[in-house]
């Protein structure tokens, strides 16, 4: 399978200025979560720009699918086509006076014929959350908001790849979370996904891939881990390491061995740490139940919840949030969902999980990854 997106030999400079990208190489798997990490300055958002050719390389080659980008007309809007820009400042992508105007305006620009960008928009526009939001202002909603009318202006031209500069910038970190989400969400549906950030420990919980940049250069591509455990490569890039992984390498200097796998996050530190000083939970443990929304009734997740004595219910991704709010089911969670249940779990907790599509499967997987690193059965049903 052809990489998603190569850089080969890649060189660039903005006019009177240094080379802001000094002979780059790498490639990106199809349907990854990559995250360029890097100071300010590094290099992240100019190699974004080359994804779908915003900018042009000086020297090198930029390839998408495996065909190198060709720069005229016709090529350009193809590309784009297969390769969505999400800015870091909405504000920059968001310019027409309705949010479905906003949204139409790629579909419209390819000649679509008008009931198909209207079946383009209305799905872009359910798949963010905004559904009703079609005849509102953009500049009048929130940043959240904003941020999910530019992403719904990107789908509705139904690209493979995405692509985000700095996706949680300016965000409060619910929302910051909800749109982190978001892009799991659509990662679940095939697409790869390419984010900018600078934010060490969104990188570290978030990616399959961390790419590390510093001055127009690659120091380092690989796991989190092992991008994130290599002090001498985080001085170089003037960053720290992500707090979670801050604490466990501090431990294990103080021949404190709590596991050889660096904790992903908050969840499996907490779960280590008990096992380490020896207060294991060994009661009873809770089950987690799922609900597919696309096919759930309100009153049989009503019923559910009821029988099954379920103690927290959380809502993963847009067509389960709004399944919940039309069905008026109270959510104790909407983002960090899984996690969050795994630790109900084990404090002998049962929690539903409603949610669609391809994060049935990513709920599975990731109940059996921690119940096969952490030694503990937690059951999952489907209701």
Not at 57 to 77: F, M, N, Q, T
Not at 173 to 183: C, G, K, V
Not at 305 to 321: D, E, L, N, P, Q
Not at 366 to 382: A, N, P, Y
Request: charged fraction near 20%; include cysteine; aromatic fraction near 6%.
């Amino acid at each position: 399978m052809d990489p998603a997106i190569q850089f080969v030999d890649v060189r660039y400079a903005y006019p009177g200025g240094p080379l802001s990208l000094t002979g780059v190489s790498f490639s990106l798997a199809q349907g990854s979560k990559v995250a360029l990490v890097g100071p300010n300055g590094a290099g992240k958002t100019t190699l974004l720009l080359m994804c779908n050719g915003i900018l042009r390389p000086d020297e090198g080659e930029v390839r998408v699918l495996g065909k190198p980008l060709a720069y005229d007309r016709s090529s350009l809007r193809e590309i784009r086509k297969k390769v969505g820009f999400v800015f870091q400042n909405s504000e920059n992508q968001i310019f027409a006076p309705t949010v479905y105007q906003d949204v139409a305006f790629g579909p419209v620009n390819l000649g679509l014929p008008q009931d198909q960008v209207q079946r383009a928009v209305r799905h872009a526009i359910f798949s963010v959350g905004l559904s009703g939001y079609e005849k509102r202002p953009p500049h009048h909603l929130s940043g959240g908001e904003k941020k999910r009318v530019a992403i719904a202006g990107v789908l509705a031209m139904d690209p493979e790849i995405l692509v985000f500069d700095e996706p949680t910038s300016s965000l409060d970190p619910a929302t910051a979370a909800e749109i982190m989400d978001l892009l799991d969400e659509l990662n679940a549906q095939g697409r790869t996904i390419i984010i900018s950030t600078h934010d060490v420990q969104l990188a570290y919980s978030w990616a399959d891939e961390v790419v590390l940049l510093s001055a127009g250069s690659v120091l380092h591509q690989g796991s989190p881990e092992s991008v994130f455990t290599n002090y001498p490569l985080m001085d170089r890039a003037r960053l720290t390491i992500p707090p979670i992984l801050e604490l466990f390498l501090m431990l294990q200097e103080r021949n404190i061995s709590i596991s050889k796998t660096p904790p992903a996050g908050v969840l499996e530190m907490t779960h280590l740490l008990e096992q380490a000083i020896g207060c294991r939970r060994t009661g009873k443990i809770g089950q987690i139940f799922v609900a597919d929304a696309d096919q759930a009734t309100g009153d049989d997740t009503r019923e559910h919840i009821s029988r099954h004595a379920i103690s927290r219910v959380g809502a993963m991704g847009t067509v389960a949030k709004i399944f919940a709010e039309r069905e008026l089911i109270p959510l104790d969670f909407t983002y960090g969902v899984i996690d969050k249940a795994l630790l109900r779990a084990v404090l002998g907790e049962h929690t539903l999980i409603i949610t669609s599509g391809g994060m049935i499967g990513r709920v599975s997987r990731r109940v059996d990854e921690f119940s096969r690193e952490h030694g503990v059965t937690i059951t999952i049903s489907l209701v």
